[in-house]
């Protein structure tokens, strides 16, 4: 049976190690084909490559050689912006596939296609797996990152074809009626996946990047754990798994509307046992997947409308930039992890989860609006759902990964923030029972009577004695018979015929009026006072107020003959008075008659006298004048 084996490279220059060496291993030249963008450098003389130049819309001048090469020349009217997508596809690469494949070339890759037999495809891939393993966390840029895709499903066919094994694969996609954050929120509850994946059993994360599996497959309980080879929020994650039952899956989420979102799931598996292998052959295991992605709509959607859920009517997050991903901010927090956290004893790799958790929380378009403490209860419950009671010891890397992508300063030891809280009237109407009425029907009898006359019949019967002669009637009745004569009577027969003589109709009239609300709201009133300043009795504080309190003077008092000197304790009292912190938040009809005692205690009988002078320096003080 032939195969298709693929490899996707950033250089053109691994491209051209590869071509040596399929050839080196015995690779037919007629079957290995290379389309590579043009902006990367020409095969070398020595290869005899006939390569030719060609135009592909959308992605521009490529060098392309091999039976690929003549299937895109082949095209009526020359290469369509989806033709080289089209010639994949029709190879059996997945539509999905053959899309990161086509934009790679975009992007500046070389492609290496070899199209043999089973024996050459396995040494093919085995020997492209040397070039295609390079970690893809480990790149300097997203500028491929289709690439990267690409390659992790290379490599895992590589891989499949090492182990001798034939790789089937399914691609179902469904729509959803929720945005696609929730979507990929709601498919990273790893641990949530027996509530919509059949015969899975449970789904346990063991660290950042790996899962174990148990499952109900065939009849049989197996076990295997996977590793996360790539998460990008809110647009794919893929795993692979590490021994035991040989499967490889990437799940695409992609948005629709602000409301709407598609799931698409690539799944690639081993199926080993006879019963896994006729399952696979009539179907089955693509029937399962469809009914995995249905049961999965029925959750995300039921959530969505569930209560204290997300709606789509609530304030929208602003978006996380899809360019700043969790690999954008781990700078940051391992530098958090090195000043917070280090002297715990733990690598970083031991809070990796939590940073990586409060990075989801601040992106989950549910807690939009929300701040740390409306959103810390659920956040704990969802946590310990996954790795049980250690809440507390991670609650710091979880919270600081949410204030850094929330863009809030994380609140530091000794900071105290006073909120200050405002009451509204909210009016609102409800309905209460006021009276009515209430009807009842029941049947009443009353006697009746009406005249009727009746008929009565009788038969008589009398004998005349007569004398005649027979006529000839006499003698035609001069025979043998019978004669009958019927009495009837009449009787009464009674009917009863129901007729409506009356209708009751009950109805409501509504008068609608205005009420004035008249409430009170409350509000906090922070006041600050500077500690540690000089008091101003005595002060030198007092002394710049003093110009002001002479114009006063001279406007007000001078013409009560005395001097300024005479008035100067009054303003100086009244000037206490308001820098007295006793006195915060009081007005001055309430400070008065305290003041009046202090001061008629030291200066009796003559509070009336000195009552403006004092006044004026509190209401300047206070900055009521």
């Keep these: 049976m032939a195969k298709t084996v693929i490899g996707l490279f950033d250089e053109f220059s691994e491209a051209q190690q590869v071509l040596q060496d399929l050839l080196d291993k015995g690779i037919g030249r007629d079957d290995i084909s290379l389309i590579a963008h043009q902006k990367q450098s020409a095969p070398k003389p020595a290869f005899k490559w006939a ?93 491929m990152e289709p690439t990267r895709s690409a390659e992790h499903m290379a490599a895992a066919e590589a891989e499949a074809s090492g182990k001798g094994g034939s790789m089937e694969s399914i691609e179902r996609s469904i729509d959803l009626e929720v945005p696609v954050e929730m979507a990929y929120h709601q498919w990273t509850q790893f641990e949530q996946f027996p509530r919509f994946m059949e015969g899975v059993e449970e789904v346990k994360r063991l660290d950042a990047k790996r899962l174990h599996w148990v499952a109900n497959i065939g009849g049989k309980r197996k076990e295997w754990e996977a590793a996360i080879t790539e998460e990008r929020p809110n647009e794919c994650i893929s795993w692979r798994s590490e021994g035991g039952e040989f499967n490889n899956g990437l799940i695409t989420f992609q948005p629709l ?166 009451e509204e009237i909210q009016v609102s109407t409800r309905q209460v029972p006021r009276g009515g009425v209430r009807l009842y029907t029941r049947v009443s009898e009353q006697p009746v009577e009406q005249e009727v006359h009746l008929r009565d019949e009788q038969v008589h019967v009398e004998r005349r004695p007569v004398d005649r002669p027979a006529s000839e009637a006499d003698l035609a009745a001069f025979k043998e018979g019978t004669v009958e004569v019927t009495e009837t009577d009449e009787e009464l027969v009674v009917r009863k015929q129901a007729r409506v003589v009356e209708e009751v109709v009950v109805s409501k009239e509504v008068a609608e009026h205005t009420e004035t609300v008249r409430d009170t709201v409350r509000r906090t009133e922070v006041e600050v006072e500077p500690i540690g300043t000089e008091q101003a009795s005595g002060g030198s504080d007092f002394a710049a107020y003093e110009s002001d309190f002479r114009t006063h003077y001279s406007a007000a008092l001078a013409s009560r003959g005395s001097s300024y000197e005479h008035w100067a304790p009054a303003y100086r009292y009244g000037y206490d008075l308001a820098s007295d912190p006793r006195s915060r938040g009081r007005d001055w009809a309430t400070v008065e008659p305290e003041a009046r005692r202090q001061w008629e205690a030291r200066h009796r009988g003559t509070w009336e006298e000195v009552k403006d002078a004092v006044r004026y320096a509190w209401d300047k003080i206070r900055g009521r004048r």
């Design 51 to 143: 390569a030719r130049t060609l135009s592909i819309p959308g992605i521009g001048p490529v060098l392309a050689t091999g039976p690929i090469a003549a299937a895109l020349t082949s095209i009526s009217g020359g290469p369509a912006a989806d033709g080289l997508m089209n010639v994949l596809t029709d190879r059996g690469v997945p539509s999905d596939e053959a899309h990161w494949y086509t934009e790679g070339v975009r992007r500046g890759g070389a492609l290496v296609i070899v199209e043999t037999d089973d024996a050459d495809a396995e040494r093919a891939a085995d020997l492209m797996r040397r070039y295609t393993t390079v970690d893809s966390e480990a790149r300097p840029s997203a500028t």
């Design 257 to 422: 509307a602000q409301a709407r979102s598609r799931v698409t799931v690539r799944l690639q598996y081993e199926p080993k046992g006879l019963m896994e292998r006729a399952g696979d052959a009539l179907g089955l295991v693509s029937h399962r997947v469809e009914g995995d992605l249905e049961r999965f709509k029925k959750v995300v959607e039921a959530r969505d409308r569930g209560p204290g859920e997300w709606r789509a009517t609530e304030r929208p997050m602003e978006p996380i930039s899809r360019e700043r991903s969790f690999e954008v901010y781990e700078p940051e927090f391992r530098q958090h992890y090195t000043t917070a956290l280090a002297g715990r004893g733990y690598p970083y790799e031991h809070w990796a989860p939590a940073y990586r958790y409060g990075y989801a929380l601040a992106s989950d378009p549910r807690y939009a609006g929300r701040n740390w403490a409306a959103i810390e209860a659920d956040a704990r419950r969802d946590w310990e759902q996954r790795y049980g009671e250690t809440w507390e010891e991670s609650k710091g890397a979880v919270r600081y990964a949410w204030e850094k992508l929330r863009g809030e300063r994380p609140v530091e030891e000794g900071t105290v923030k006073m909120p200050v809280v405002e």
